[in-house]
T-cell receptor, first 114, second 114 residues
Framework: GENVEQHPSTLSVQEGDSAVIKCTYS??????FPWYKQELGKGPQLIID?????GEKKDQRIAVTLNKTAKHFSLHITETQPEDSAVYFC?????????????FGKGTLLTVNP | DSGVTQTPKHLITATGQRVTLRCSPR?????VYWYQQSLDQGLQFLIQ???????AKGNILERFSAQQFPDLHSELNLSSLELGDSALYFC?????????????FGSGTQLSVL
């Protein structure tokens, strides 16, 4: 089955700096890669996703890049703010067929220091 | 607010007992997913229902079962509880049948087995 590795497990940055979280996946058939943000006491919230036919996607201060050959994808947050502090999860999945399992990485605790 | 409602928020019970977790999906969403979150295992997919029928199964124990009712709410039943079942259980919903795209998570039910 799919295996998703996420690094780093913790990340501390100063407000205004950029943050980068990296994930690798094992199943070359995976074609959907979402990123979720989980704040304390809440459920994960989808912040951005990318399909395998796209190399990069941007939404304001958040961007995701995908390298299918190397089987890794990254989340980039620019101009970080204290409200960006949360646990971030990457995930990978196939679509179609009978395997609909969304496999998550173990998460990255991002702390943005004012 | 994701629009997904989970009850109860907290549940404390003893080993050997049986509990039921309830989830109401976002209005119009036909797919319901159940996930278990623990510190050591991370977010693990348990099971998915689409419009009342089981769609996909993940790492769900035989002691656990779920169903989705005609009004689309779902229940996760956990029986013969063990200490290791203590975890945060999330329900998520989406409008899609065959993919894991655009999942909206509830705030979870924190289960403590003593």
């Amino acid at each position: 089955g799919e295996n998703v590795e996420q690094h780093p497990s913790t990340l501390s940055v100063q407000e205004g700096d950029s943050a980068v979280i990296k994930c690798t996946y094992s199943d070359s058939a995976s074609n959907y890669f979402p990123w979720y943000k989980q704040e304390l006491g809440k459920g994960p919230q989808l912040i951005i996703d990318i399909r395998s036919n796209v190399g990069e996607k941007k939404d304001q201060r958040i961007a995701v890049t995908l390298n299918k050959t190397a089987k890794h994808f990254s989340l980039h947050i620019t101009e970080t703010q204290p409200e960006d502090s949360a646990v971030y999860f990457c995930a990978a999945s196939r679509s179609g067929g009978s395997n609909y399992k969304l496999t998550f990485g173990k998460g990255t605790l991002l702390t943005v220091n004012p | 607010d994701s629009g997904v409602t989970q009850t109860p928020k907290h549940l404390i019970t003893a080993t050997g007992q049986r509990v039921t977790l309830r989830c109401s999906p976002r209005s119009g969403d036909l797919s319901v997913y159940w996930y278990q979150q623990s510190l050591d295992q991370g977010l693990q997919f348990l099971i998915q229902y689409y419009n009342g029928e089981e769609r996909a199964k993940g790492n769900i124990l035989e002691r656990f079962s779920a169903q989705q009712f005609p009004d689309l709410h779902s229940e996760l039943n956990l029986s013969s509880l063990e200490l290791g079942d203590s975890a945060l259980y999330f329900c998520a919903s989406s409008a899609f049948r065959g993919t894991n795209e655009k999942l909206f998570f509830g705030s979870g039910t924190q289960l403590s087995v003593l």
